[in-house]
Structure formats: structure tokens, C-alpha cells
């Protein structure tokens, strides 16, 4: 019994990494040995599509807890929160301007160059040409760029990159912490794979971080 509340705790803390959610309600089956859960109730911001929310939902319950879960028992509900002014200021994200990706030898190098309105920001990152390795590498370039942007350096890190199957596609999900002696946040950023899985996880690293980078820069 104990050991279920924790994961419905958990899930909780979880999807409200998820941009725009406000609040995390899990309504679950605590009676039986298997973890089965009824309802998920989601208030969130309107800033974002209730079906967006609701794939961030299905990709974080298959990825992190490995729970085929259905996505009618999501409900979600939508209010006006913060400052109109604030809301408008971050409605202007970096946009991806180009992505590069050389191979040689053993090595990788990606560059990534981020734009924001006439401005862009150009960021290299090298490692190891492992399949594991290569989509950290794209993230941690992409993060670079956003350092260059906020004129700060090392406020976020890459936590962890997951590809996972959502129906008939692919997505990637990018889980990125913010690096604080004060507190502890995970954010978390989702792109769909179309084509191209480099875009795809630049996009996803933007995702997680573009609506709060005002507050930082």
C-alpha cells in the first residue's frame, strides 16, 4: 500500500515538470498488488494544446514508469494564469536556425545555432561517436547556445534522453535539471521524430527550457 502512494507521489512530482501543468492529481487503485491507475487530473496553464499535454502524459508514463496507459483517463483543465505581459514576452522562444553534425574518426562534433529575433547563437559540442553518446552530444550543444543566450553558464544539464514509441511514431523525450544550491527541477521537453532524430532532440531540449528562459535571462 505504502509502496503505491509513494508512485502516485512520484507521478505526481513527475508530470509537473511537464510545461505548462500546474497541478498533478493521480487517482489510483491502492487495494490490489498491481499498480493500476483510474484517473489523472491535470490543471494547467492555456498556453499549450490540451493534446500536447496529454502525448507528454503517455510518453512519460511509457518511458519513466513503463506503464501502458490509456489516455482517456487524462483530464485535463485550463485556466488563465500570470501576467498577460509576461505570458506574451515568453510566447517569443529561440527558434532552431541550422544544425550540423560531422563524423570523424571515433569522434562526433554538432553545432548547433539557436536565433532569436535578429540574433543567433552558435555552440559546438565534440565526444565520442557512440550511439548512446550522439544525441547527448546534439542536447548538451543545444544547451550551450541557451547559455550564450541567458549570458550565464551552467544553469541547466542534461539529466536524460529517451526514445520512445507513442501509437504508429516515434518521439523524443529530454529531461533537463536546473542547477541550483537552493532547490531542484527537472523539466521536461518532448519533440516528435520526423525524419530527422537530430531535430527532433534539439527541438525537445528547447521544449523543456523555452517557456521559462525569461525568468533566467
Not at 2 to 16: F, G, T, V
Not at 198 to 203: I, N
Amino acid at each position: 500500500m505504502e509502496n503505491m502512494q509513494n508512485l502516485s507521489l512520484e507521478i505526481e512530482k513527475i508530470l509537473k515538470c511537464i510545461p505548462g501543468v500546474l497541478f498533478t492529481k493521480v487517482v489510483s487503485e491502492e487495494n490490489i498488488e498491481d499498480f493500476n491507475i483510474d484517473e489523472i487530473h491535470i490543471v494547467a496553464t492555456t498556453e499549450r494544446n490540451p493534446k500536447q499535454i496529454s502525448r507528454d502524459i503517455q510518453s512519460i508514463m511509457s518511458a519513466k514508469f513503463n506503464l501502458d496507459f490509456d489516455h482517456k483517463k487524462v483530464s485535463i483543465a485550463q485556466i488563465e494564469y500570470g501576467n498577460t505581459a509576461n505570458t506574451a514576452q515568453s510566447n517569443k522562444r529561440l527558434k532552431i536556425a541550422s544544425i550540423d553534425y560531422a563524423i570523424k574518426g571515433n569522434q562526433v562534433k554538432a553545432e548547433v545555432i539557436l536565433q532569436y529575433d535578429d540574433k543567433t547563437y552558435t555552440a559546438e559540442e565534440i565526444g565520442p561517436n557512440t550511439l548512446s553518446n550522439v544525441y547527448r552530444i546534439l542536447a548538451n550543444a543545444t544547451l550551450n547556445a541557451i547559455h550564450q543566450y541567458i549570458d550565464r553558464e551552467h544553469v541547466f544539464a542534461i539529466e536524460d534522453i529517451e526514445r520512445v514509441k507513442i501509437g504508429k511514431k516515434e518521439a523524443v523525450i529530454v529531461a533537463v535539471s536546473i542547477v541550483s544550491s537552493e532547490y531542484e527541477e527537472i523539466l521536461l521537453g518532448s519533440a516528435l521524430i520526423k525524419g530527422d532524430i537530430r531535430e527532433a532532440v534539439v527541438k525537445a531540449t528547447l521544449d523543456a527550457l523555452n517557456r521559462g528562459l525569461p525568468k533566467f535571462s
